[in-house]
């Protein structure tokens, strides 16, 4: 199996070209609260900074609380800038790239396949009592 990071940045990048990403904590806990049967899968971003932030360590436990009960696949990447590049436009600065969702496709029907292969990464993690299980985001 290709390595999970280069799974996860595809599966980013095709939601992102079909308009599926929520992007920011805040955006991400309201759609969470409004409709989260729309969420598919959930990416949690760290880096030294967030060490010090303790309002963002609250979000991201209850983000990941709310996954754990909803049934959302969820991980963890410990750059946020590289996820912010493969999420962003690179005119716009991503100031808050520290979460990011992926929505379930409108149709409903059809499942991105790297989505799949990491909803299946997630599941063996968990099987092995990792419940945030961390991804390395490739380089390039």
């Not at 990416?43 to 049934?71: K, P, S, Y």
Request: charged fraction near 30%; aromatic fraction near 6%.
């Amino acid at each position: 199996m290709e390595s999970s990071g280069k799974v996860l940045k595809e599966a980013l990048r095709s939601a992102h070209t079909e308009d599926r990403l929520v992007i920011g904590v805040y955006e991400s806990a309201k759609i969470m609260n409004d409709d989260p049967d729309s969420v598919s899968f959930c990416v949690l971003a760290t880096d030294e900074e967030f060490e010090c932030d303790i309002a963002l360590q609250i979000h991201f436990t209850l983000i990941q609380a709310f996954c754990f009960d909803n049934d959302i696949s969820i991980v963890r990447v410990n750059d946020m800038q590289r996820l912010a590049n493969i999420v962003g436009d690179k005119s716009e600065e991503l100031e808050d790239a520290h979460c990011v969702l992926i929505t379930n496709s409108t149709e409903g029907s059809w499942e991105d396949p790297a989505l799949e292969k990491l909803h299946l990464f997630c599941e063996e993690s968990r099987s092995l009592n990792e419940w945030v299980p961390e991804i390395t985001l490739p380089e390039r």
